[in-house]
């Protein structure tokens, strides 16, 4: 294989796509490919928003692979559903467990992060921040951050920022440790509004408006952490676009919206299984063509390239505002500022 068809090794499944469950590669097929079945052994993960859709199919394939599995989970009922699914479904002998973390608390997330690092031994090799919400009508997390941005971004600045010290010891040449953040193409609709990140000035929210700083922020918050602790400390980074997939995150769109959605023949084709939808996510954090890289954006299994359009929701490309260095920093800062946690290597 060649160095560009490393890079985008499924593009030809991607040219028409017919649906969920065509010839789209998933997770399972992902790991397969990269010689990850039965060679994990040993590895830890976290998954963070386990317990439905992408976030399972994350979890499941890396468990057949035969890694420590950990992901959380706001519902302990749900939790241990999804615990005992994966044990029904995958041949894997690793460890899979449930961590309960409420992400609208930056207590319950800290509290979260020394539970894994118990766990686990203070071991990680894959972080996975999957979790998130969309949409959502004005609301407040627990410390009055925007919900979206304090969901979506400052909940995994934090689980990142705790979890970080771990992730640099358990590198090693072989295989640095990786960050996974997943964003979403609805970061094209807005960079982070540093003067009023919880958008809360008169008539500033709009709930996809919002969505898409937080989305944003996911990206930018990877760059960051390849850039500062890459080369440093063996951490690499990736973000991703996983595509679309129905699932719980839609559920505060509006009805006709979805029945418009619904109606789109071209959108339609390209909705992917659950499984398909985590393709990206483990080919970022399994990838063997990412080793000792890191700092892009992917969608569709490759590099993203730029965006044709900043509003048409089946163009996978990445827009200009997702690589800017000082953005980064000073998003970086701030999430330090809000929420009081720091990195300390």
């Not at 985008?8 to 010689?35: C, H, I, M, Q, W």
């Not at 199919?57 to 992901?71: I, L, M, N």
């Not at 010891?169 to 609709?189: E, K, L, M, Q, Y």
């Amino acid at each position: 294989m060649s160095a560009s068809e490393s890079l985008s090794p499924y593009a030809s499944t991607f040219v028409a796509p017919t649906g969920p469950g065509d010839a789209r590669p998933t997770a399972l097929k992902v790991l397969e490919d990269n010689d990850a079945i039965g060679n994990w052994t040993g590895r830890a993960i976290l998954v963070t928003g386990g317990t439905a859709g992408i976030g399972t199919e994350t979890a499941r394939a890396f468990h057949k692979a035969g890694a420590d599995v950990y992901f959380t989970a706001r519902d302990e009922k749900k939790g241990a559903a999804t615990v005992e699914d994966i044990r029904k479904t995958s041949s894997g002998a690793g460890k899979v467990e449930f961590l309960l973390m409420d992400m609208d608390s930056l207590e319950s997330v800290k509290s979260a992060a020394q539970t894994l690092l118990n766990l686990s031994n203070n071991k990680l090799n894959i972080l996975i921040n999957n979790a998130g919400i969309m949409g959502t009508p004005q609301s407040t997390t627990k410390e009055g951050f925007e919900r979206q941005f304090g969901v979506n971004h400052l909940a995994h600045y934090v689980l990142t920022a705790l979890l970080l010290p771990a992730l640099a010891a358990t590198s090693t040449p072989a295989f640095n440790s990786r960050v996974v953040t997943v964003s979403s193409s609805a970061h094209r609709f807005s960079p982070p509004v540093f003067d009023d990140v919880n958008l809360a000035a008169p008539g500033a929210y709009e709930p996809y408006r919002a969505y898409g700083q937080s989305k944003t922020a996911n990206i930018w918050l990877a760059n960051y952490i390849d850039r500062a602790f890459g080369d440093a400390h063996g951490v690499r980074a990736l973000s991703v676009h996983p595509g679309a997939i129905w699932s719980g995150l839609y559920s505060y769109a509006d009805e006709a919206l979805k029945e418009a959605w619904a109606g789109d023949a071209a959108l339609m084709a390209k909705m992917q299984s659950p499984e398909q939808g985590a393709a990206t996510t483990v080919w970022a954090a399994a990838g063997k063509v990412w080793e000792g890289k890191g700092g892009r954006y992917l969608a569709e299994c490759q590099v993203a390239g730029p965006a044709g359009s900043m509003t048409a929701l089946i163009d996978p490309g990445v827009a200009p505002h997702a690589y800017d260095p000082q953005g980064e920093d000073r998003l970086w800062e701030l999430s330090g500022e809000l929420t009081g946690v720091r990195v300390r290597l």
